[in-house]
């Protein structure tokens, strides 16, 4: 049954989120309600009935997590999204997604936190959460779009990463881009890249469901369909019978791991802008990242040499980038709605070569590009 709202829109992110996931073929969503992400919820419980999605209110985060990796394992694609307090809830279960290799995505909208903190206001401190929330060694994959029309694409993206490596694909939207309203183009069905998962082409008597193809992917069975399919959180063999041996948890940890970080390179999405020649960039994100371009813009009036990038995949993070822009740049302004989360990355990547600037919030609003042209003024001193 077709969903895709083909045309143009005025929508907010959260709609426009909701609206993606739908495009994407998202027919699970299980969640809790929590501000500012609520809208997503709601959305999709009013357009799912039109698409013959399943839409259920689960009694807390915990539980939905659980819901939408078994609504994948039974062929569906799936998704549920939540905010600080409901995110921290659901790291066990999104380690768990990651060792049994379960694609799913989770919308987070980033709010004034710690705890509790600031439900109805912007925040950005869940960046290092997404990447390290859950216990062990793993990688996820993390978008953040910067407007409403991101918030369809980037959805799309998302539930296209995660179909293809079988891997948790979160979203780390933030209030304001949730909440902002602008137009949002939808293109037609046909016009859209839709990637699903990998399905076996063995014969059920030879299916090993964690045997992987030579891209360190397994083929995906579907339950009911006559495989065979343990699974199984435990450290297991390609069979997902658990096997408690260094032998075993070596290899099999390794690459959970190395089929994202060696497809990097194809994952990885930034915007840049006058980096070229530039003296100084600023690295920003989300929300952030619109003060941002106002910053480097009137630096580049004052005749101060800046650029602008933008993390539009955070993880994996672009190492490489950073690392070859800070060989050739004074330095970088940092503008992040955190004490110091992604600049220790652009710290640890630029490997003492260049200043670093950080322009700090705690939450509750966005920067002003006043503020950051004052971290432009501080590298290029």
Known sequence: MSGTLTGTHFLTGNDAAAEGAIAAGCRFFAGYPITPSTEVAERISMRFPQVGGSYIQMEDEIASMVAILGASWAGVKSMTSTSGPGFSLMQENLGLGAMIETPTVIVNVQRGSPST????NVGQGEVMQARWGSHGDYEIIAVSPNSPQECFDLLIKAFNFSEQYRVPTVVLMDECTSHMSEKVVIPEEKDLEIINRKKPTVSPEKYLPFKPDKDMIPPMAVAGDGY??????????????PVMSAECHEPLVRRLCDKIRNNADKIIMI??????????????FGSVSRSAKTAYKKAREQGIKAGFLRLITIWPFPEKRIEELAKRVKGFVVAEINY????????RCSKGKAKIAHVALMGGRLHTPEEIFKGIKEVVK
């Open 271 to 284: 915007e840049e802008e006058k980096t070229d020649d530039a003296e100084v960039i600023i690295i920003s």
């Open 117 to 120: 903190g600031l439900p109805t």
């Open 340 to 347: 110091g989360q992604v600049v220790y990355e652009v710290e």
């Open 228 to 241: 065979k399919i343990h699974v199984t959180g435990l450290t297991h063999n390609e069979k997902g019978y």
